[in-house]
Nanobody, 123 residues
Framework: QVQLVESGGGLVQAGGSLRLSCAAS????????MGWFRQAPGKEREFVAA????????YYADSVKGRFTISRDNDKNTVYLQMNSLKPEDTAVYYC????????????????WGQGTQVTVSS
């Protein structure tokens, strides 16, 4: 089992940056691929980024490629999402999730979810 707690959300102006963190409990964190998803009001949850268990492979949604960076520190049981050049359309609740199999873009493949952290980008 792994429990996930996100932090780092907040209000930022367009063009600004935020770094989200997701702290995991449990000794098996390094065996999970990790992903970030987001959900805006009235919209379905969508894939943002994913990273393999080692951190050696990363994947991004086209909408964030070149602006967001996912990384992980297995010694600290933490995965990060560095968000630069933020846009109002990035406003959403951001969730981290753990996948026991692979760094997928499909939310149904993730076994464990955090409670989410709100990111609001003002224009």
């Amino acid at each position: 089992q792994v429990q996930l707690v996100e932090s780092g959300g907040g209000l930022v102006q367009a063009g600004g940056s935020l770094r989200l963190s997701c702290a995991a409990s449990g000794r098996t964190f390094s065996s999970y691929a990790m992903g970030w998803f987001r959900q805006a009001p009235g919209k379905e949850r969508e894939f943002v980024a994913a990273v393999s268990w080692s951190g050696g492979s990363t994947y991004y949604a086209d909408s964030v490629k070149g602006r967001f960076t996912i990384s992980r520190d297995n010694d600290k049981n933490t995965v990060y999402l560095q968000m630069n050049s933020l846009k109002p359309e990035d406003t959403a609740v951001y969730y981290c999730a753990a996948n026991a199999v692979r760094p997928s873009s499909w939310s149904y493949e993730y076994n464990h979810w955090g409670q989410g952290t709100q990111v609001t980008v003002s224009s």
